[in-house]
């Protein structure tokens, strides 16, 4: 609740789901305030894009209505 946010940092030209990848291409451009933070960003996306030999299933992109 007390996060500021820093609209210098972020993340843009995010490759989608699903896509082929070729050994170094970018998988996203890193906006950082500092050089310690954008290292600190490219390993947490490297961490949470998983790249392997075997496509992967495309997700949808609504999972789920919830209605009241």
């Not at 820093?6 to 030209?13: A, E, H, I, T």
């Not at 954008?38 to 949470?48: K, S, T, Y």
């Not at 030999?53 to 209505?65: D, V, Y």
Request: with cysteine; net charge negative.
């Amino acid at each position: 609740p007390g996060d500021r946010i820093d609209p210098r940092v972020g993340l843009s030209q995010l490759l989608p789901t699903a896509t082929s990848v070729a050994a170094g291409q970018p998988l996203a451009c890193v906006h950082a305030a500092s050089p310690a933070d954008a290292d600190a960003a490219v390993a947490a996306v490297q961490a949470a894009l998983p790249i392997g030999e075997a496509a992967t299933p495309a997700t949808p992109l609504i999972a789920g209505i919830v209605r009241a």
